[in-house]
Each structure stands twice: as structure tokens, then as C-alpha cells.
């Protein structure tokens, strides 16, 4: 059997002085500015205006960050935080979880709804792509920087992260850039079979079940770390009922897998009707 690959990539990619460009934050900036593309690609698509497609980046954005942020505080780590809350603001240290920003973006869009007069469910039928394709580029930024680490393995395409350890890997984070877009390819499937119109939800209710279901699939190839949430004694209780280990991330993502299935079964007794359409004429 061939030697595992060994990545051992410095995470700086520039040092200017006191500066330093790095992968990952370059990776970060290209999750917006993939998403933007996207979503203004869509919502000009389906009639809307490109002042429109704008504005929502100024929600967007700053959601997207404050969500990660406190959801990496509060799912994984709640003690050391809760413990030391000045620590939430030192952003510069790391730490990002992308459950957060799924629980603060349908918030997000929920609020741009009824501010702009478009329903949530169009609102996120629109929005579903675009977040499928960009959040892969996390991933990358992950693979860059040697962290969220998959599992030990024997496995042909297993990876040593030589600046943690020696030891061969999962390489968690490339399964986890191919599910966005797996998830894609699904949506793009279904969106042009043309079951239900765009605004009935299904779309978003399909993104949130293929995505988080594979994110379920996924994260049993990772190391556990940040597991203070899966402490906690319903998570305990239900483990050992079952019998085997759930990590943090499968629990977050029940929930979204559960809302999915919510949406698409509503989606399937709504019929709605296109926002731009032409009214009937009048008998």
C-alpha cells in the first residue's frame, strides 16, 4: 500500500510586516463573494431587481459571521465561554460553526421578508443554492489550516497532518467540501424537474435535509473536540441508549434535517403562485 499523502502546507500564505495573509481568511472571503454571485444570479432569475440582490448582502454577511461565531461559542465550547465572555469577541483566536450561521441565516431571512414583502419560503428558495455552493470554500480553509481533523484510517487516500501529528487521517474536510455540491446538484435536479414552483419551500426545505443529512453521515469520520454540548444528560442518556457515540455535530444537525422535512411536506400541499406573475385579466 502507498504512503498516505503528508500536508504540512504553511497556513500563512503572505507575511506583510506585522500582517499576515493567510489561506483560510482568503477562503472566508470567497464563501461571500461565491454566495453573492449566486443568490444575485437567482433573484435576477426569477424577476427581482439587482438593487435588491444588494441589499441583502448587508444582512447577509454580518449574520452569517455573528451566527458562526456564537455558535462555535455556545455549541462547543458553552463552559470555557460562558466562563470567560470576553473571549467571544476575540475572533482573531478562531473558531466558526457553521450551525450557527444555519440557525442565524433562516432568521436573518425571516426579518428581510417582512421588511422587503417576499415570503420567507421564496426568500430561501432563492438563497438555498447560493449557500450550498459557497460553504465548501470553509472547508477548504479548514484543509488549509490542518484542523477539523477526521478520524485515524487506514483508508488508500488517508492524509497525515503532519503540523498536528504523524498520525494517517480521514481527510474530514474534503468529505465535508463535497457535500455542498452534492447538495447543489440536487437542488439544480429539482428545481428543474419543476415539481413545485420556486416560493413553496421546497427547495430550502430540500437543501436543509440532503445537506445536514450528509453533514450527519460525514462527522463520524471526524475527532470529537468542543463536545460540552454532547455532555450534557438527555445527549448522554441517549447515547447509551443507542449504544454509540454522537458527536456534537450530528446532534446540531438533527434539528435542520427535521425543519427540511417540514418544509418539503408543506411545499407539497402548497400551491404558490409565481410573485411576478402577469394578473388575470379582469372578466
Request: aromatic share 14%; glycine share 8%.
Amino acid at each position: 500500500m502507498s504512503d498516505p499523502l503528508v500536508w504540512n502546507l504553511d497556513p500563512v500564505l503572505l507575511q506583510l510586516g506585522s500582517i499576515q495573509v493567510r489561506y483560510y481568511g482568503i477562503c472566508f472571503g470567497m464563501v461571500f463573494v461565491t454566495a453573492f454571485a449566486v443568490w444575485r444570479s437567482r433573484v435576477q432569475r426569477f424577476g427581482e431587481t439587482a438593487e435588491f440582490a444588494e441589499v441583502m448582502l448587508y444582512w447577509a454577511a454580518p449574520t452569517a459571521i455573528i451566527g458562526a461565531r456564537l455558535g462555535h461559542c455556545f455549541f462547543y465550547q458553552p463552559k470555557y465561554y460562558l466562563a470567560h465572555p470576553l473571549k467571544i469577541f476575540a475572533v482573531w483566536e478562531g473558531g466558526v460553526a457553521s450551525h450557527g450561521a444555519a440557525l442565524a441565516l433562516p432568521i436573518m431571512l425571516f426579518l428581510f421578508s417582512r421588511r422587503h414583502g417576499i415570503s420567507w419560503t421564496r426568500l430561501s428558495d432563492y438563497f438555498a443554492p447560493a449557500v450550498a455552493l459557497a460553504v465548501g470554500w470553509m472547508r477548504v480553509g479548514n484543509f488549509f489550516n490542518s484542523e477539523v481533523l477526521g478520524s485515524p484510517s487506514s483508508v488508500p487516500w488517508a492524509v497525515v497532518f503532519a503540523r498536528h501529528d504523524l498520525v494517517p487521517r480521514h481527510p474530514a474536510q474534503l468529505y465535508d467540501l463535497l457535500i455542498g455540491p452534492a447538495t447543489w446538484l440536487v437542488l439544480t435536479a429539482v428545481e428543474r424537474r419543476n415539481i413545485r414552483p420556486v416560493g413553496s419551500g421546497l427547495i430550502a426545505g430540500t437543501f436543509l435535509t440532503v445537506y445536514f443529512g450528509l453533514r450527519i453521515f460525514v462527522e463520524q469520520y471526524k475527532m470529537f473536540y468542543g463536545e460540552d454540548l454532547r455532555a450534557l444528560a438527555p445527549f448522554v442518556a441517549v447515547e447509551q441508549w443507542i449504544g454509540v457515540p454522537i458527536h456534537t455535530g450530528q446532534w446540531l444537525s438533527v434539528l435542520p434535517v427535521l425543519a427540511g422535512i417540514v418544509l418539503i411536506a408543506r411545499a407539497y400541499r402548497l400551491q404558490v403562485p409565481p410573485r411576478h406573475a402577469t394578473p388575470a385579466a379582469s372578466a
